[in-house]
């Protein structure tokens, strides 16, 4: 799934994808049922099935999990004759516990629909498709079945919007007939699922979930992935061939130079770019043949953005590349997964990063997450396994027993690797570090080394309830906090704040733009924007206050982390790119120079990725991996938006093409390469 395969694309847009798994579809037939069933590595996840009442009513029901999240989908919708939304209604939960309640009518003329977060309608003289805010299984059913029905490969739809659908491929399953079908138009890349051949919903890959019809078997799953899989790749591929320009020389001409070490700016530079790397950096080179340039008057030279939280997909790369993120640290996938996409982004035959992984594991329960282990001897082996296939570090997840934090701290660091991750539950922060942790992902974490201590799961959603309820209130100096603070500067533990994604879980409300997306928003696609709207956790009235201060205080934690000596990386662990933009945007908030944020989220983390002698400032030497500025985000960290080329290595691009490419209004135009 195009949207989909990005894990955690912030939590709202992480139930909008698992919500489509649901899309379970019908036969012609009435009264009958079909279930499809969602697994994960720990076999079946949950159901989802859908009944035809009669000619034209349906209902459908979604009950399935993950981790300690939950969807929870009721619905009830009525077709016309022809196959078009009269009317429909739907309830349940979103992942995090957020109310789902919508509705849509259309009676003379007149379609209107409501939700938490909209009271809207349109003048439409036939009953046409609505999309509703979470993808619902009955409507996307109907969808499809209409479209094929009537031969169309696109229609318009309320709210807004047209749906693309195209099929790509073709197979015989047991007695099946099933096709590859791409569904595009409303985010900002196609979805891709298999129906059978009227139009019903059969089977698709997520990550590391699929779903499949009840009655068909892994083995059958597998053979319908790798097509799916390889219809992705073919799209992504056309894209960086399209998007893609390759140069063995370019010159940037008359450019400011942001110097990360120093955090000074040298004004009028030339940079002289060959086979990938810098070579020269001065007010004036001579060239001894004719370069492609760039002018580069009015714009400030820096290094590529890294992204140190991130969980890669094939696609995540196209909006990184586009907003300057040439640098990746990938904190949990699956092995073979996460080396094509490397290789992938590696060769540029996919847009792509530089990639540096991060091992994850968790211990089998039923909280786990993925990629778990059973003993502490498996996960002493997997330590092993990591080591030897090159990954860089281990993340701990919070099933992990805090008796194995220990042993697995001392074999990682017997092959040379970090060890970080959450806190495990029933152990603080101030534990994990004597036992051996190197870094911390998450600020929460922090927090609850006071709010919860050895006692409080912390593999439920206590996690995010307890920093909404109390972090606000918690004192940020005294004995212990100093103390723990004290410990983290020390120890040299490295923070993983990622505090945009936890400020979006923790201050988004019911019909407001997220507003760690609000300043962005007229630039998005107006249907990514809709599903920006609303609260992702629900949150007592009582609370609400509560709950906004504490994100206010996870600002000021930063602040206070920063002015200990307390070493700080930059990551997103949510939508990619525009994450790590306003996380760092969070960072000057809080009180950090923007020469000290810049410094972080570039020569810093290659320092910690062990890399800093060949990239992360901008170097004789050194790899190209550049983004060319127009303003000065020294000065104006919000500058970054107005990327006006992308360097990584010999590949050039234009974020302005990128952009255009997927429905993203553009922040400026892009400079010229005068040949």
């Not at 911390?440 to 995010?464: P, S």
């Not at 996380?583 to 908030?589: D, R, S």
């Not at 983004?627 to 010999?650: E, M, N, T, Y």
Request: glycine fraction near 8%; charge should be negative.
């Amino acid at each position: 799934m195009k949207q989909n395969t990005i894990r955690n694309f912030a939590a709202r847009h992480l139930f909008a994808a698992t919500a489509v798994l649901s899309a379970v579809y019908l036969p012609t037939a009435l009264a009958q049922t079909i279930v499809n069933n969602i697994y994960s590595e720990k076999g079946l996840a949950g159901t989802m099935s859908q009944t035809q009442l009669d000619t034209n009513t349906y209902t459908s029901q979604a009950r399935f999990g993950w981790n300690n999240r939950r969807i929870v989908i009721d619905e009830t919708l009525k077709l016309d004759d022809k196959g078009r939304i009269l009317g429909f209604e739907v309830q349940g939960q979103s992942a995090f516990g957020a109310d789902i309640s919508e509705s849509y009518v259309w009676e003379n003329g007149h379609a209107k629909w409501q939700n938490d977060d909209e009271h809207s309608s349109a003048n439409t003289t036939q009953p046409t498709f609505y999309v509703p805010k979470n993808s619902t299984l009955a409507i996307d059913n109907a969808l499809i079945r209409y479209l094929i029905k009537n031969d169309l490969d696109q229609i318009e739809v309320l709210p807004h919007g047209k749906i693309t659908f195209t099929k790509l491929d073709s197979v015989k399953l047991g007695d099946e007939q099933v096709y590859l079908y791409a569904k595009s138009g409303l985010t900002m890349t196609p979805d891709f699922a298999w129906y059978d051949e009227e139009g019903n919903y059969f089977a698709q890959s997520w990550g590391g979930m699929y779903v499949i019809r009840d009655g068909f078997s892994t083995a059958q799953f597998e053979q319908l992935k790798v097509r799916q899989l390889k219809a992705e790749q073919t799209y992504l591929e056309n894209l960086a061939e399209q998007l893609t320009e390759y140069h063995s020389a370019l010159l940037l001409d008359q450019v400011n130079v942001f110097d990360v070490e120093k955090g000074i700016t040298l004004k009028g530079q030339q940079v002289l770019i060959e086979q990938g790397k810098i070579v020269q950096v001065a007010p004036k080179i001579k060239l001894s043949k004719k370069v492609a340039t760039v002018n580069g008057q009015g714009k400030t030279l820096i290094p590529g953005l890294w992204d140190m939280h991130g969980h890669l997909s094939k696609d995540t790369g196209i909006l990184n590349i586009a907003t300057g993120v040439t640098s990746v640290r990938d904190m949990g996938n699956e092995h073979q997964n996460l080396m094509e996409i490397q290789a992938l982004f590696d060769t540029g035959k996919v847009l792509g990063t530089r990639v540096y992984r991060a091992g994850f594991m968790d211990k089998y329960s039923e909280n786990s997450a993925g990629l778990s282990v059973k003993t502490l001897e498996e996960a002493l082996e997997m330590v092993d396994f990591f080591a030897d296939n090159g990954y860089v570090q281990i993340k701990l997840y919070s099933s992990i027993d805090p008796k194995w934090v220990k042993p697995i701290a001392q074999r990682a660091h017997s092959r040379g690797l970090r060890l970080s991750g959450h806190i495990p539950a029933f152990m603080t922060a101030e534990q994990a570090v004597h036992a051996g942790y190197n870094e911390i992902q998450h600020i929460n974490m922090l927090f609850l080394n006071f709010l919860a201590g050895e006692k409080v799961d912390t593999r439920t959603k206590q996690r995010f309830s307890l920093i909404g309820e109390k972090a606000a209130e918690m004192p940020m100096t005294g004995k212990e906090m100093d103390a723990f603070i004290k410990l983290l500067a020390d120890n040299n533990v490295v923070i993983d704040p990622t505090v945009s994604t936890f400020r979006s879980l923790l201050m988004s409300k019911n019909k407001q733009i997220d507003q760690e997306f609000a300043e962005i928003a007229p630039h998005l696609p107006p249907n990514f924007v809709r599903n920006l709207k609303g609260a992702q956790m629900q949150v007592e009235e009582e609370h609400q206050s509560a709950y906004h201060n504490s994100g206010d205080a996870l600002l000021k934690m930063v602040k206070i982390l920063y002015d200990a000596g307390v070493p700080m990386v930059a990551g997103t662990d949510s939508v990619p790119g525009f994450t790590l933009l306003r996380e760092l945007e969070l960072y000057t908030m809080s009180g950090i120079p923007a020469t000290e944020v810049l410094k972080m989220a570039t020569i810093d983390s290659a320092r910690l990725m062990g890399v800093a002698h060949q990239t992360g400032s901008i170097s004789e030497g050194k790899v190209a991996d550049l983004i060319l500025v127009d303003g000065d985000p020294s000065q104006d960290i919000k500058a970054l938006r107005k990327l006006s080329l992308v360097i990584k290595g010999s590949q050039v691009f234009k974020p302005e093409a990128i952009f255009e490419q997927i429905g993203i209004t553009p922040f400026t135009e892009a400079s010229r390469i005068i040949l």
